[in-house]
């Protein structure tokens, strides 16, 4: 192998970044029906609700995405009679203060519609959360490719599709040109329920965080619907009211599986950003002719020249070694057949890391 070094100059190293793209289909029998809810786990803190593409005991289950609900202490939603009052706060606040910005006091602000915060505006002071496993949404969501079926019709104790009326979809529409980054996560966009609505944000229903992989929904898009719940005694109590009703009287599972059921699909494109550096490793004319190979000569005599004195010095290339300041060998890439190099040639071998 070659005994010397050589280093890189500026202009023999790049740097790429490449966005891959994949489809993620989340079906809404999975989520509300396939597996009679055994892909759904509930924890006894009561904090959220975990769905699984298979019943999550099986070793090839993943998890697909949470969903818990929370409000805003000062909100009309907050009192201390409601049914887990204090850990919807604290739902509501932990969301909050990771994708909204605190303000200038170090107070925790509320989600705002049209995402202008410091214009005010109307507040999402209760919501629905939607986190998605790194699994399905890798780097991030690509913007503008989210959108959710959901059933602003949801009759009692609906389970199937047949049983629903009302759909609407939910999009991020216009957001791979217009979104918004002021969130300490990274980017997000406005949600509304048709294409029609988009660029409107008065008409948003909630947003979607790409970075985080997390959408958050206003309560008010169950104010149409009727809350399907799986414990009779609460059906009792919220009836065919108002997602008020649900946030007041229900648990965060209960409001969970009012989502849930009220659920038709998800489609999104998540992204994986992949990081490339390419080394330009070039050999000119009066370099790496020869080899320190101990095999390369034979009584003082290059073996490849075949005894010819006049003939020029030849060596093959098979391989490329990266080297950090020290000389510590750091990475080493292979050629799929030997390179011929003599001094009548020059060959730019190159070679890209990706991370």
Do not use: W
């Amino acid at each position: 192998m070659a005994s010397t070094f050589k280093n890189f100059a500026a202009s023999d190293v790049a740097t790429t970044r490449t966005l891959l793209h994949e489809a993620i289909p989340v079906t809404g029998t999975i989520v509300s029906g396939t597996y009679a809810d055994e892909n759904i786990k509930y924890f006894s803190s009561g904090l959220f609700t975990a769905v699984f593409d298979y019943p999550f005991l099986s070793s090839s289950a993943n998890h697909i995405f949470d969903i818990t609900a929370g409000y805003a202490s000062g909100s009309d939603f907050s009192d201390t009679e409601n049914v887990q009052n204090q850990k919807k706060i604290n739902i509501y606040n932990q969301f909050a203060q990771v994708l909204v910005p605190y303000d200038v006091t170090g107070n925790i602000q509320q989600f705002d519609q049209d995402g202008n915060i410091a214009g005010g505006g109307t507040k999402m002071d209760s919501a629905f959360f939607l986190t998605f496993g790194r699994l399905l949404a890798k780097d991030e969501i690509k913007k503008g490719s989210f959108r959710f079926d959901f059933f602003s019709n949801n009759a009692l104790g609906a389970t199937t599709a047949g049983d629903r009326g009302g759909s609407i979809t939910i999009g991020d529409y216009g957001a791979a040109t217009v979104f918004k980054q002021n969130s300490p996560t990274g980017e997000y966009g406005l949600l509304y329920t048709g294409s029609g609505d988009a660029g409107d944000s008065s008409n948003s229903v909630g947003h979607i965080y790409y970075q985080a992989g997390t959408v958050v929904l206003t309560s008010s898009i169950l104010d149409a619907a009727t809350p399907t719940m799986t414990t009779a005694s609460v059906m009792s109590q919220i009836g065919t009211g108002s997602a008020k009703d649900l946030f007041v009287s229900g648990t965060i599972d209960e409001c969970a599986n009012a989502i849930r059921y009220a659920y038709g699909n998800i489609d999104f494109n998540n992204t994986t950003e992949l990081n490339s550096t390419v080394y330009f490793c070039r050999a000119n004319t009066s370099e790496y002719n020869y080899s320190s190979n101990p095999t390369y000569l034979d009584s003082s005599k290059i073996i490849v020249k075949g005894d010819n004195a006049f003939a020029e010095p030849v060596s093959y290339i098979t391989t490329v070694g990266l080297y950090s300041a020290d000389n510590e060998l750091l990475a080493v890439a292979k050629l799929s057949e030997p390179l011929k190099k003599a001094p009548s040639n020059e060959l730019t071998l190159r070679v890209r890391l990706d991370y």
